[in-house]
């Protein structure tokens, strides 16, 4: 659950103190894209495996199609490029340090689902090696 309050945490400071009147080309770029990957990632998931926290289902399915098949966390993939975006408008050394602390916060809980995930599925390691966990082929 740390991680969960660690993440809205960060995002909503990172929200909170973006400048919209900074928004540059580069910035509305990473908005969109996060919105197109997020958007993809709700459309091939299973609405019954979602879920904030780093936890696993009774029915819980392992889903490798769609997005899912070159990235393995493609809606932290659209967090981090959301957040990304919000903190280019504001550089400053702050907003950096937060940044990187949701950034190292989301490897520790897609690690922490992982394990879950390597466990519970006899597959995941096979698709955990064929795909990057936030960016494809990383």
Do not use: W
Request: contains cysteine; hydrophobic residues 55%.
């Amino acid at each position: 659950m740390i991680y969960v309050i660690i993440q809205f945490v960060c995002i909503i400071y990172l929200m909170i103190n973006a400048q919209f009147d900074h928004l540059d080309v580069l910035s509305t770029l990473l908005i969109v894209l996060s919105v197109i990957i997020g958007l993809l990632a709700v459309v091939n998931m299973r609405l019954s495996n979602l879920s904030i926290v780093p936890a696993l289902k009774d029915r819980h399915q392992l889903v490798t199609h769609g997005i899912y098949r070159i990235i393995r966390h493609p809606m932290y993939t659209s967090v981090l490029l959301f957040s990304l975006a919000f903190t280019l408008t504001n550089p400053h050394s702050l907003s950096l340090l937060i940044m990187l602390v949701l950034f190292i916060d989301l490897i520790l809980k897609s690690s922490v689902e992982e394990a879950l995930l390597t466990e519970r599925f006899n597959t995941y390691y096979d698709y955990k090696n064929k795909t990057g966990r936030f960016l494809p082929f990383l």
